[in-house]
C-alpha cells in the first residue's frame, strides 16, 4: 500500500472528513483491520483564510508549497489537497514537489461522465463557481456547469468561508444551499457537485432531487485506487 499525502487543514472539519473515508475505502477493500497509510500536514485555517480574504494568491500558494514539500520530506507517495478551491493553484503549488497529483476535478469530472450526465450544478466558493479550474474543465469535457446567478453567488461565499469553516453548521445554511440546488435544477441541473468538501456535512441525498455528487468522497476514493494500484500512475 502507498502513503497518501494529506494537505489539510483547510478545513479541519473537512481534513476529519477525509481521514475517516480514506480509511473506510482501505477497510473496505482489505478487510476490517486495515487502515490507510496517511501523512496529514495540516495548516492553521485562519493563515489561508486571512490570505483568501486578501487576494494574497502568493501567500496561498507559499503555504500549499510547504505543504507539499513537507509531505515529500515525511514519505508520502502522491499528495492531494483537503480542498477544491486550492486545486486553482495546483500548477503553483505542485512546482514545489515530484509526487503524483491525485486531482479532485479530474476524478469528479471522470465520475460525472461515467454516468452520462449532461448539465451539472456546481457549488462552492466563489472562487471554485467563478474560475475557470473547475467550470471550464467540466466544458471542455463536454458537460455543461451550471452555477448560481451572479447576485447569490457573495452570500454563498460568505457562509462556507466564515460560517462552515468555523464548524457552523446550521439549518439555515442548509436551507441556503438547498435554495441554490432548487434553482439550478430548474435551470437543467441534472446533477449538483458539492465543490466544498464541507457542504456534504449540510446537504444530503434528501435536499435535493437530483444526485448529490460529493467531490470529498470521490476524492478519497480516487486516492485510495490509487494507493493500492500496482503501477506507478497517477496525475499532474
Known amino acids: 500500500m502507498k502513503t497518501i499525502g494529506l494537505f489539510g487543514g483547510t478545513t479541519w472539519h473537512a481534513t476529519m472528513e477525509y481521514y475517516r473515508q480514506l480509511n473506510e475505502e482501505i477497510a473496505a477493500r482489505l478487510g476490517p483491520q486495515h487502515s490507510a497509510r496517511v501523512i496529514i500536514h495540516s495548516i492553521d485555517f485562519h493563515d489561508l483564510a486571512t490570505a483568501g480574504k486578501a487576494d494574497d494568491w502568493p501567500a496561498v500558494i507559499a503555504l500549499g508549497q510547504k505543504a507539499v514539500r513537507s509531505l515529500e520530506a515525511a514519505g508520502a507517495d502522491c499528495v492531494l489537497f483537503g480542498a477544491n478551491t486550492l486545486h486553482r493553484f495546483a500548477p503553483e503549488i505542485l512546482a514545489a514537489t515530484r509526487l503524483p497529483f491525485v486531482d479532485i476535478v479530474e476524478c469528479t469530472i471522470d465520475a460525472i461522465r461515467a454516468q452520462g450526465i449532461g448539465a451539472v450544478a456546481l457549488l462552492g466558493t466563489r472562487i471554485t463557481m467563478q474560475d475557470d479550474f473547475f467550470t471550464g474543465r467540466l466544458e471542455r469535457a463536454g458537460v455543461r456547469p451550471l452555477v448560481p446567478a451572479g447576485d447569490r453567488i457573495p452570500e454563498l461565499h460568505r457562509v462556507i468561508v466564515e460560517e462552515l469553516s468555523a464548524g457552523r453548521f446550521t439549518d439555515e445554511h442548509r436551507d441556503l444551499f438547498g435554495g441554490a440546488v432548487r434553482d439550478l435544477v430548474a435551470r437543467g441541473a441534472e446533477a449538483v457537485i458539492l465543490g466544498c468538501t464541507e457542504l456534504s456535512m449540510i446537504l444530503s441525498p434528501a435536499d ?29
Open 208 to 236: 435535493s432531487p437530483v444526485p448529490l455528487w460529493d467531490t470529498a468522497r470521490i476524492h478519497a476514493t480516487a486516492a485510495a485506487d490509487y494507493a493500492l494500484a500496482d503501477d506507478e500512475g497517477g496525475t499532474r
